[in-house]
């Protein structure tokens, strides 16, 4: 299973609060009502910023518990706010090799942010009959839908686009990804278990001052281009040498599409 850099989550932890769907998470503090103790997993919880965002708004009595394959990340989300109201385990386990040993006795509610568009089609229906069973809720935000969208625009965008998106279905280490149609695939699985499920966009607005998330976006992609059409060297670098400018500049704009996604048993 791949993973992620600390620095990355951290540069994007504000990125995400501010582009979660306000609607679907209205949602979720309605549906949180009916439990005093609300038992909450949290799957691929990194650096622990979805607890972070979604602690202090659920309330009252929580207990977390926080999955990942990666220590240092689990470490790091020591910087949750403690109250005496809360509870929070961390399990470092890798949701490929081990997933069978994961957990979903008396959890209400499965969570995760920026996931399900990284994992097969099999692994997500794997989590849909476990939800299932355990007649958990699922909320899961900032899946990627496939919109990347640059201000000004440049000829090539579209052209880097469809490379990027191309790379966001190869193998993550679950198996072929879904990427963009992730989130639409895993609601159609959900409502097929009798779910009520919803989808919203939670798209990144990304302006001119945000130069290091543009700047890491850009990286990553014109890598993943690069992985996907080695042969595209010289017109690639023209793009990004442009991109680089604007951004630089201070004249970029950039919307990137997700999802968010909330249903109930």
């Not at 509610?109 to 996931?115: D, I, P």
């Not at 355990?134 to 000829?155: C, E, H, M, N, R």
Request: hydrophobic share 45%.
């Amino acid at each position: 299973m791949s993973g992620f850099s600390a620095e990355w989550l951290a540069l994007r932890e504000p990125v995400d609060a501010a582009s979660r769907n306000g609607e679907l998470t209205t949602q979720l503090l309605n549906w949180r009502q009916q439990f005093n103790t609300l038992s909450v997993l949290d799957l691929a919880s990194g650096t622990g910023a979805n607890a972070r965002f979604l602690a202090p708004m659920l309330g009252g009595e929580q207990h977390w518990r926080l999955i990942d394959h990666d220590p240092k990340l689990l470490a790091q989300s020591a910087r949750l706010p403690l109250t005496a109201c809360w509870r929070i385990e961390r399990h470092c386990l890798d949701l490929v090799s081990a997933k069978e040993s994961l957990d979903f006795q008396n959890i209400h509610l499965v969570t995760a942010s920026a996931l399900i568009d990284l994992v097969s089609a099999e692994w997500l229906e794997w989590l849909a009959q476990h939800c299932r069973k355990a007649q958990a809720a699922i909320f899961i935000a900032l899946s990627y839908d496939g919109v990347l969208v640059w201000d000004p625009a440049l000829k090539d965008d579209e052209r880097v686009r469809a490379w990027v998106n191309r790379h966001q279905q190869t193998n993550k280490g679950f198996g072929p990804a879904l990427g963009p149609l992730a989130a639409p695939e895993f609601k159609t699985m959900l409502e097929r278990l009798n779910y009520r499920a919803e989808l919203r966009p939670s798209p990144w607005q990304l302006g001119p001052e945000q130069i290091a998330m543009q700047t890491a976006l850009l990286k990553g992609w014109v890598e993943a281009a690069r992985e996907i059409a080695p042969g595209s060297t010289h017109w690639l670098n023209e793009w990004a040498a442009q991109r680089r400018s604007l951004i630089e500049q201070q004249d970029s704009r950039l919307t990137v599409g997700h999802w968010d996604l909330f249903a109930q048993p």
